[in-house]
């Protein structure tokens, strides 16, 4: 890594959401509400909305890679986060790319499982993902993904989830991030994991918990923690720190996400919550039952 970037350029490789909640859309969003200038290069235009994906346009590989140029012919790019890819030959020009740009931030959020349990990817694709892993210097799987991954069944507990990111670290060389989000329970627990030069079970861990969250507008969290995570490490050099700045800001993020009332499925969350608290332009509600002067409601 080079030094902190008070204001990181950071690109975001994904497809489209034109609801929003996801995607580029989500990414830019997420850049900017954690301090960084977002730019987009878009792999896949997607027909979707908050209920569900309805048909995916892939454009030539060819653009693909006319995009990737011209940002890093003209921009210095700090950090880069990488989402959805869907072609073997989209990945194989994104991986060629870094090659050449070497950006010192790659996030790298592997789309490979739909919400459904669906394989997003045929096997000539997940085998180039695979491939593309040791590049990057985070790869964040949701746990379906991870198990993908490493190539075993998808873990019951925590604990399984960090052996499996553990293997997946020293399998790679890379830092994985283990989301608990798909677990059951009271607690939302998410961990940078890093076995590189470590003796099998001795890989360091940094863990990061919160209250899970009871709403079901989570649409693009996995996108959204990406980019920001993306954005906070290019600024701090420091991948705990990135870390925790993330998960508080995630976190207030969903917990506001019924504020929006977007769409009749799973909504997207609150990104800009915290940025509009303090300018005052959306102030809390207040609790149920009273009035906004504080006194008892009707």
């Keep these: 890594m080079t030094g902190p970037r008070e204001i990181p350029r950071v690109l975001s490789i994904a497809g489209t959401d034109p609801t929003g909640g996801a995607g580029i859309q989500a990414d830019l969003k997420s850049i900017a509400a954690n301090g960084g200038y977002g730019m987009a290069v878009v792999t896949a235009l997607v027909a979707q909305n908050t209920r569900g994906v309805r048909s995916v346009h892939i454009p030539p590989v060819s653009f693909l890679v006319e995009q990737l140029d011209a940002v890093s012919d003209d921009v210095t790019i700090d950090a880069v986060k990488i989402g959805m ?4 030959d989209l990945i194989e020009a994104v991986a060629a790319w870094l090659a050449r740009v070497r950006p010192s931030v790659i996030v790298l959020d592997p789309v490979m499982i739909a919400t459904s349990g669906d394989r997003l990817l045929d096997a000539s694709a997940e085998a180039a993902l695979r491939a593309l892993v040791p590049l990057v210097h985070l790869v964040t799987p949701n746990l379906p993904e991870l198990a993908v991954l490493v190539n075993e069944p998808e873990a019951a507990d925590w604990a399984g989830a960090l052996e499996q990111g553990e293997r997946l670290s020293r399998a790679c060389g890379t830092r994985v991030l283990v989301k608990g989000g798909h677990l059951a329970g009271p607690a939302c627990p998410d961990a940078l994991v890093d076995a590189a030069g470590t003796e099998p079970g001795r890989a360091r861990i940094v863990q990061v918990s919160a209250p899970r969250i009871n709403t ?5 969290t996995g996108c959204s923690m990406s980019s920001a995570l993306a954005t906070l490490a290019a600024r701090h050099r420091d991948w705990p720190r990135a870390l925790t700045e ?5 976190s207030d993020s969903v917990a506001s996400a019924d504020r929006l009332e977007v769409g009749g ?3 997207p969350i609150n990104h800009f919550h915290a940025l ?4 005052g332009t959306h102030p809390e509600p207040p609790p149920r039952g ?3 002067s504080g006194s008892a409601g009707p």
Excluded at 246 to 250: D, P, S, V
Excluded at 276 to 279: D, G, R, S, V, Y
């Design 290 to 292: 009273l009035s906004p």
């Design 265 to 267: 499925g799973h909504g």
């Design 85 to 88: 890819l869907g072609q073997a």
């Design 246 to 250: 993330t998960k508080a800001w995630l």
């Design 276 to 279: 509009w608290a303090a300018a």
């Design 216 to 220: 079901v507008n989570t649409h693009g």
